[in-house]
């Protein structure tokens, strides 16, 4: 296992036994890189865990203070749980960002109902413009957040655009299907429903970005920005189904407006669009198909 590589256990056992104020030695690790877009395990010294993210990028260290100080953004502003951040270091070739683990549990009804007031909690929490004031991450993906006033303007420019012209420079992408989707933004305006407020969201609210834990939810890779609260009802079942539970959850704690179920894969394009970009063209059937929807 990655981990338990001396070029990587020696940075990790530092720093771990520097925020503990005690010696503390990898003795196993379970790799759950399947589950994400970095290499990423929990490591245990037999009587306390930790979790671990590697990446080489050149702008790993970045990314990974962004993602820390999103955690703490969503905690402070939010109350939802987050794992508490211990470090950032480099290793081998890239750098580790080193959190708190936490115990998971398997899910039922209630834990996926306290995923859905989970999000409802995040989007109490609004603002006056769409954006953020710094550009955050969508899996290796820098994502703009420069600021707007209206939401299809946002969507087009700050998502939609950006995902397209990447997509079409890994040379991924059909003209055709290109054309389509230059197709659906200049409809945007008459496609997004009823005016929102812009809403914290959550950014890449995918389920298995979410922790059920005997404490309640934990939120983990947060892209953050103010958007459409339906960008994350949305992708909470990208690719893989949910129970009506989360949409029930949701719903005790905040309204969602009619028509979402006709809307749910406009949010998912741009989404499809990155997976196509970074993964190639396997994803084309999924974007075909959400934009079949509006063209």
């Known amino acids: 296992m990655w981990l338990l590589e001396r070029r990587f256990r020696r940075a990790?056992?530092?720093?771990?036994?520097?925020?503990?104020?005690?010696?503390?030695?990898?003795?196993?690790?379970?790799?759950?890189?399947?589950?994400?877009?970095?290499?990423?395990?929990?490591?245990s010294d037999g009587s306390g865990a930790?979790?671990?993210?590697?990446?080489?990028?050149?702008?790993?260290?970045?990314?990974?203070?962004?993602?820390?100080?999103?955690?703490?953004?969503?905690?402070?502003?939010?109350?939802?749980?987050?794992?508490?951040?211990?470090?950032?270091?480099?290793?081998?070739?890239?750098?580790l960002f080193v959190m708190e683990a936490v115990q998971a549990i398997e899910r039922g009804p209630r834990a996926w109902r306290e995923i859905g007031r989970t999000l409802a909690r995040i989007h109490r929490v609004t603002s006056d413009w769409y954006g953020f004031p710094m550009d955050t991450y969508f899996g290796p993906l820098v994502q703009e957040n420069a600021a707007l006033d209206d939401w299809a303007s946002f969507y087009a420019e700050r998502r939609l655009r950006p995902h397209l012209r990447l997509a079409v420079d890994a040379?991924?992408?059909?003209?055709?299907?290109?054309?389509?989707?230059?197709?659906?933004?200049?409809?945007?305006?008459?496609?997004?429903?009823?005016?929102?407020?812009?809403?914290?969201?959550?950014?890449?609210?995918?389920?298995?970005?979410?922790?059920?834990?005997?404490d309640g939810t934990y939120v983990i890779d947060p892209a953050l920005y103010y958007g459409h609260p339906e960008i994350d009802l949305a992708s909470v079942g990208y690719w893989e189904p949910v129970p009506d539970e989360v949409f029930?959850?949701?719903?005790?704690?905040?309204?969602?407006?009619?028509?979402?179920?006709?809307?749910?894969?406009?949010?998912?394009?741009?989404?499809?669009?990155?997976?196509?970009?970074v993964e190639g063209t396997a994803y084309l059937d999924r974007l075909t198909g959400a934009l079949q929807r509006y063209v």
């Open 12 to 43: 990790l056992e530092e720093l771990v036994s520097d925020y503990q104020g005690r010696d503390w030695r990898v003795r196993s690790a379970r790799d759950l890189s399947d589950l994400a877009c970095h290499p990423c395990a929990v490591v």
């Open 50 to 95: 930790v979790f671990v993210k590697y990446s080489e990028a050149a702008d790993a260290g970045r990314q990974f203070e962004i993602e820390r100080e999103s955690l703490r953004f969503l905690s402070r502003k939010t109350g939802v749980l987050t794992p508490k951040p211990l470090g950032i270091v480099p290793a081998a070739d890239g750098t």
């Open 171 to 214: 040379g991924h992408m059909p003209s055709s299907v290109a054309a389509q989707v230059a197709s659906v933004i200049d409809r945007l305006p008459g496609l997004c429903g009823p005016e929102v407020s812009p809403t914290l969201v959550h950014g890449d609210a995918q389920q298995n970005n979410f922790i059920s834990t005997a």
């Open 248 to 277: 029930e959850g949701y719903r005790g704690e905040r309204a969602m407006a009619p028509g979402f179920a006709e809307r749910r894969e406009l949010w998912r394009i741009s989404g499809y669009l990155a997976a196509v970009a």
